[in-house]
């Protein structure tokens, strides 16, 4: 999206456009400059997503007129249209769902004051290590009148806020170790406590900003232009030179990097496979006992503890992230590891439908509503498409993703046949989900790349929401769940 600075003049055959401060070169569609003694930066990735070529993602806005309607309406109510936006944009109906409910809650009426709310979110994004997200928020924190000096680090922060870091770390890493004395602890805190219904908005805005976070990395999201990351005055790779460059002070040689094309693999018929497996599935009428239901369920749980993020490295965050949380090398750990066993957690005793979604509704009016949408809609999701093949019917697959991740944080459908994840989910895919969803900073090209490798890139994201949604959904469950046991 590009707004004139002012009206341009003609200036015939030669390749720049002119305005009264700037150029547009009519070649790279970068700005230069005019003999101001400045230089221009440009930007440092190739579009919104590293992953993603950026002609996919904006031939998408291009022939869509409800997305180009979207984009228009968050630009107008936040002064800028993010990449994170732009990537969602391969799904809309999702999109604008996604885009009301964060509007609601970082802008409209609500328990927390605005800037108490940007902080939150620079704390749930900090702890993930996610700078872009981070950035974002510190620039909006500032706009609604944010002390600067609590930037400095959390211990700069008001206590009430600082009270909050130990419900931020549970939930990003481990969310089944939350219980009603955490709960307790905030709300009755003397002279820094927390209400029900402050505590209710932080929570889902914890939730909302770790399971962007997973989103971000997932996808690849690069930083925007202004933000730290997003730009350079260096120039580029000659594949990419242009005469302005030289004109914008960028004349010395650079190399950079294109990760963007994508090796040919010879697949073997992957999406067939997938597809004749799920018919398998769908035609079978062996039903199983509950007794194995669950015994499928435990074998499920203990095997994904055995799937090992594929980057298994400590990832150091910065003193520019780090300084927002406390106690970093505070991360996800498997169940059973460490001594830790933890029950698991069952759906029909607390589901969102039935407890959590009155209760967020009760205390935070609307909200629950919005979330349900924002949740129904990732799930439901569906263009009947695999690849190339038209008419699939793709809910066992949607199913598999979503009850997988919940499986992951020990959470239970009794209906569900936990059989079926190993039908359909491979290796490749188990890793990325588990990266993605449990240590987003780990998520690599690579990993993005190594599955579900005949599929679109809008089927990836579309992925990657459900993914988030999921992820979302099972820190909710715990966090509302401890809140219900503190108040019966």
Not at 207 to 213: K, N, P
Not at 383 to 401: E, F, G, P, Q, W
Not at 465 to 485: K, S
Request: net charge negative; with cysteine; aromatic share 10%.
């Amino acid at each position: 999206m590009r707004h004139a600075v002012a009206p341009t003049e003609s200036a015939g055959n030669n390749s720049f456009a002119v305005t009264n401060l700037l150029k547009i070169c009519s070649h790279c569609e970068r700005l230069s400059k005019k003999d101001l003694g400045i230089r221009i930066p440009r930007p440092l990735g190739n579009g919104p997503s590293s992953f993603i070529p950026e002609k996919e993602i904006l031939q998408v806005s291009k022939v869509d007129g409800r997305t180009q309607s979207i984009f228009e309406d968050a630009f107008a109510a936040l002064g800028r249209l993010d990449n994170i936006s732009l990537v969602m944009s391969f799904h809309p109906q999702y999109l604008e769902s996604f885009l009301r409910t964060q509007h609601y809650l970082l802008q409209m009426d609500g328990p927390l004051p605005l800037h108490y709310r940007h902080y939150i979110g620079i704390m749930a994004a900090a702890r993930h290590q996610c700078s872009h997200l981070v950035n974002l928020h510190v620039n909006d924190f500032l706009q609604v009148g944010g002390n600067p000096k609590w930037l400095n680090g959390l211990d700069e922060a008001p206590q009430k806020l600082q009270e909050l870091g130990e419900l931020n770390k549970i939930l990003a890493h481990r969310p089944w170790l939350l219980t009603k004395e955490h709960i307790e602890h905030l709300l009755k805190a003397e002279e820094h406590s927390w209400s029900l219904a402050e505590l209710i908005h932080a929570v889902v805005l914890l939730t909302h900003y770790h399971s962007l976070a997973s989103f971000t990395f997932g996808c690849g999201i690069t930083p925007e232009l202004h933000c730290d990351g997003g730009h350079t005055f260096r120039p580029p790779s000659l594949s990419q030179y242009c005469v302005c460059d030289i004109a914008n002070g960028n004349g010395h040689a650079y190399h950079h990097d294109d990760l963007g094309d994508q090796v040919s693999h010879d697949l073997n018929g992957e999406v067939e496979v997938l597809m004749e497996r799920m018919k398998q599935l769908q035609e079978c009428d062996e039903e199983a006992t509950q007794e194995e239901m669950a015994t499928r369920f435990e074998r499920e749980k203990t095997e994904s503890m055995l799937v090992v993020t594929a980057e298994d490295e400590e990832c150091v965050p910065s003193r520019d992230i780090s300084r927002h949380f406390e106690d970093p090398s505070y991360g996800y750990k498997d169940f059973s590891r460490g001594g830790e066993h933890v029950p698991t957690f069952r759906v029909q005793d607390y589901s969102w439908e039935d407890h959590g979604y009155s209760l967020v509704n009760r205390l935070y009016p609307d909200v629950g509503q919005m979330l349900d949408e924002k949740f129904q809609i990732a799930y439901n999701l569906t263009y009947n498409t695999m690849a190339t093949h038209k008419d699939v019917d793709t809910s066992m697959l949607r199913r598999a993703i979503w009850n997988y991740i919940h499986c992951m944080f020990g959470i239970r459908y009794d209906d569900y046949d936990y059989g079926e994840i190993n039908q359909l989910l491979d290796r490749s895919f188990k890793i990325y989900i588990k990266t993605m969803v449990c240590s987003p900073e780990k998520t690599t090209k690579r990993m993005y790349e190594s599955f579900w490798r005949q599929f679109q890139h809008s089927e990836k994201v579309h992925v990657n929401l459900l993914l988030m949604e999921a992820r979302m959904q099972a820190e909710l469950l715990y966090a509302l769940r401890a809140i219900t046991r503190y108040m019966t």
